[in-house]
């Protein structure tokens, strides 16, 4: 009885994936709006009926890849500022960090990034406060470069935000396949955010 159980529960595990990124990929091709359930379940590869086994509805779908986007974001943001080094390295490792992920999953990102006015306001604030989470790390690093005399911006949090704003706008117009790869876009964002929070030499 318990492999049965594993096995259903492991098919059901699979098809709420399938789901998720046939959603993805129809809300960035369509916007929220445009997509159907039925586009969704048919890129899956399941009927429309098996949406509704795992999600109560399309916003629900939604909610839980913007959850679940902004929390892997959350999670490498924060391990890429405890590591150890000065505040020039670890703000360039954040933004390297952030600029990879709006870069290999622009997709996602785009989604999780410009489709959130199709939640509801409940899930709208628990989305939010996982982003001023995000803003928070960022901010913070930025802070404790001024305080130690690293760097010279007059403004922290505002910095933090641009800095923030430019790994978002990439996920905008990225597109694989171009001559610019995720890694050098990174590497080429950590040295702006090292211009942009005055970064002594």
Do not use: C
């Given at each position: 009885m318990?492999?049965?159980?594993?096995g259903?529960?492991?098919r059901?595990?699979r098809?709420?994936?399938r789901l998720?990124?046939a959603a993805v990929?129809?809300?960035?091709?369509?916007g929220?709006?445009?997509t159907?359930t039925?586009?969704i379940a048919?890129a899956?590869?399941?009927?429309?009926?098996?949406?509704?086994?795992?999600h109560?509805?399309?916003e629900e779908?939604?909610?839980?890849?913007?959850?679940?986007?902004?929390?892997v974001?959350?999670?490498?943001l924060t391990e890429a500022?405890?590591?150890d080094g000065?505040?020039?390295?670890?703000?360039?490792?954040a933004?390297r960090t952030?600029?990879?992920?709006?870069?290999r999953s622009?997709?996602t990102?785009?989604?999780i990034n410009y489709?959130l006015a199709?939640l509801?306001?409940?899930?709208?604030?628990?989305v939010?406060g996982?982003r001023r989470?995000?803003d928070?790390?960022?901010?913070?690093?930025?802070?404790?470069?001024?305080?130690?005399g690293?760097?010279?911006?007059?403004?922290?949090?505002k910095t933090a935000t641009a800095?923030l704003?430019?790994?978002?706008d990439?996920?905008?117009w990225?597109r694989?396949?171009?001559?610019?790869t995720?890694?050098s876009?990174?590497?080429?964002?950590?040295d702006?955010?090292?211009r942009?929070v005055?970064?002594r030499?």
């Open positions: 318990n492999e049965v159980r594993t259903t529960q492991a059901g595990d098809s709420r994936a998720l990124d990929q129809a809300f960035s091709a369509k929220f709006h445009g159907s039925r586009d048919t899956a590869g399941l009927s429309p009926a098996a949406v509704y086994v795992h109560r509805s399309k779908l939604l909610h839980a890849i913007a959850m679940r986007g902004h929390e974001i959350l999670e490498a500022v405890r590591a000065t505040p020039a390295e670890r703000v360039a490792a933004v952030y600029v990879l992920f709006h870069a622009h997709t990102a785009r989604v489709e199709a509801t306001d409940e899930h709208i604030r628990e939010a996982l989470a995000i928070t790390v960022m901010r913070e690093v930025v802070e404790e470069g001024v305080r130690s690293d760097f010279d911006t007059p403004d922290p949090a800095l704003s430019l790994g978002i990439l996920a905008r990225y694989d396949g171009g001559t610019w995720p890694e876009l990174a590497d080429f964002y950590a702006l955010a090292l942009a005055g970064a030499p």
